[in-house]
C-alpha cells in the first residue's frame, strides 16, 4: 500500500538533450519553491548526467530510454519498454500527483507509466513544429504547454502559451565579470559559439573558415567556442595558429556565464538555446541545424528573424564570406545590436516556469488531488510573452 506523504510528489521527464533537460529543471526549481518533492527522469547520455549535476534538492533517476533511429528500431524499442517498467517500479511505493514531460524521446514511457497510478500528465513542447512523441502524446494528457503560439494548431490538445522556461540565472549580467570568470580580457569583444548541448560540426567548420577575416578585421575578438566533445582538439588547435584569444570547451553547464560574457553570438535554433538567448539579450546569429525533425529549428529561427530578435543564416546557403559579415555588421553597427537587443525582451518569458506551475496546481486543485497550500501564494494573470508585438523582419 503506498506511503502516505505530506509533500506533492512531481515527476518530470526532462532528458534526452539540454533542450528537454534545462527548461525541465528550471519548472522542477519552481515545483520547489512551492514545498513540492520532485523526480528528474533522465536519460544515460552525458548531457542528462552533467545537467542534472546542478539539480539541486532534486532527485534523479535514470532511465534507459534511447533516441530512435530506422538503423536501432529495436534498441528503441527495447529501451521504451524497459523504460516504462522502470518508472513504473519508481512510481509504485509513492506515486506521483503530476508526470510532466518535455518532450523528446523520454517522454512516453514516465507519462504512460505514470497514467497507470493516476497522475495527472502534462506536456511542454518549446518548438514551432511539435516533435512525434508530443503529437503522440498530446492527445493523451490534461494540458499542453507551448513556447510558441504556432504549435497549437498540431497539437490535438488544449494548449496554453507560456513560453520556454530558462533557469533563474538566466538574466543580463556584468559582460565583464563573466568574461573574467571564463579567463578572457573583460574589456574585450566575445563571440560564442555554440551548437547545442551536443555541438554542430557545421557550425564548427564555417567559424574556422570565417577565423582569418574576422582576426584581420577585429584583432580584439575574443572566442568562446563550445565545440561539443567531438571536435575539441583539432578546433583548439586551429585557434592556436591564429594565436586567437580564446576559449575551447566541450561544453559548459555554466551557460549563463557564457551569454553573459558574450557580445553576440553563434547558435543552433533549438528552442531552449533561443530562449537563454532572449532572456539574457544577446544578438545572434542562428545557424539552424539543418536535418532537425520536420526542419523545426529552420522555423524557430525565422520566428526570431521575422521579429527582428536574431539574424538568420541557413547552412546550405552559408560560407566563410557571408558569416563573418553577419558577425562583423553585429559588432560594428551598434543601431541594429541595440534594437536586435530590445525586440529579444518581447521574446522572453520570465514568469514561464512559474505560469505553467500555476496551471497545473490549478488543474489539480480543481480534481482535488494532493495537498497544494504549500508555498502556494502565486498567482499569475495571462503569459507575458508576446511575440504579436514584434518588430521589423532581419533575414540575412
Not at 4 to 18: D, E, M, Q, R, S
Not at 69 to 94: C, M, N, T, Y
Not at 153 to 166: D, E, K, N
Not at 333 to 357: C, F, G, M, T, Y
Request: aromatic share 8%.
Amino acid at each position: 500500500m503506498p506511503v502516505t506523504h505530506a509533500k506533492p510528489f512531481i515527476a518530470l521527464a526532462c532528458g534526452g538533450t539540454g533542450g528537454h533537460l534545462f527548461p525541465g529543471l528550471a519548472i522542477g526549481q519552481e515545483f520547489l519553491h512551492r514545498g513540492c518533492d520532485v523526480l528528474l527522469l533522465v536519460s544515460p547520455k552525458e548531457v542528462d548526467q552533467q545537467g542534472v549535476k546542478s539539480a539541486t534538492g532534486m532527485e534523479v533517476a535514470t532511465l534507459p530510454a534511447v533516441g530512435f533511429s530506422r538503423a536501432q528500431r529495436w534498441q528503441f524499442f527495447e529501451g521504451f519498454w524497459k523504460s516504462f517498467l522502470a518508472a513504473k517500479r519508481i512510481f509504485r511505493p509513492r506515486p506521483p500527483q503530476v508526470v510532466l514531460a518535455m518532450g523528446g524521446f523520454m517522454s512516453a514511457p514516465p507519462i504512460l507509466a505514470g497514467k497507470t497510478c493516476g497522475a495527472a500528465a502534462f506536456l511542454h513542447e518549446s518548438n514551432t513544429i511539435p516533435g512525434k512523441a508530443n503529437r503522440w502524446l498530446a492527445r493523451i494528457v490534461d494540458q499542453v504547454f507551448i513556447g510558441f503560439p504556432s504549435a497549437a494548431s498540431r497539437l490535438q490538445q488544449t494548449t496554453a502559451t507560456t513560453g520556454t522556461p530558462v533557469r533563474p540565472q538566466f538574466q543580463p549580467a556584468n559582460p565583464g565579470a563573466c568574461r573574467t570568470a571564463l579567463g578572457l580580457h573583460p574589456q574585450r569583444p566575445v563571440l560564442v559559439v555554440m551548437g547545442g548541448s551536443q555541438g554542430a560540426s557545421g557550425i564548427n567548420r564555417l567559424v574556422l573558415q570565417a577565423l582569418p577575416a574576422l582576426s584581420q578585421a577585429l584583432p580584439d575578438l575574443q572566442f568562446l567556442h563550445l565545440t561539443g566533445i567531438q571536435e575539441l582538439e583539432p578546433i583548439r588547435s586551429a585557434y592556436n595558429a591564429f594565436k586567437s584569444k580564446a576559449v575551447v570547451l566541450p561544453f559548459l553547464t555554466e551557460m549563463e556565464l557564457a551569454l553573459g560574457a558574450a557580445t553576440v553570438a553563434i547558435s543552433r535554433a533549438g528552442a531552449s538555446s533561443l530562449a537563454e538567448l532572449a532572456a539574457m539579450q544577446v544578438p545572434a546569429i542562428l545557424i539552424p541545424y539543418p536535418t532537425a525533425a520536420d526542419n523545426h529549428q529552420f522555423y524557430n529561427a525565422r520566428a526570431f528573424a521575422d521579429a527582428g530578435a536574431a539574424l538568420l543564416l541557413e547552412q546550405q546557403d552559408a560560407s566563410a564570406e557571408k558569416l563573418a559579415g553577419l558577425v562583423l555588421k553585429l559588432l560594428q553597427d551598434q543601431a541594429l545590436h541595440e534594437a536586435i537587443r530590445q525586440e529579444l525582451l518581447r521574446w522572453h518569458s520570465p514568469r514561464a516556469a512559474e505560469q505553467i506551475v500555476d496551471q497545473i496546481v490549478a488543474h489539480l486543485k480543481a480534481r482535488g488531488q494532493g495537498r497544494w497550500d504549500l508555498n502556494d501564494d502565486h498567482s499569475s494573470a495571462a503569459s507575458d510573452f508576446d511575440p504579436a508585438n514584434a518588430g521589423p523582419s532581419v533575414i540575412l
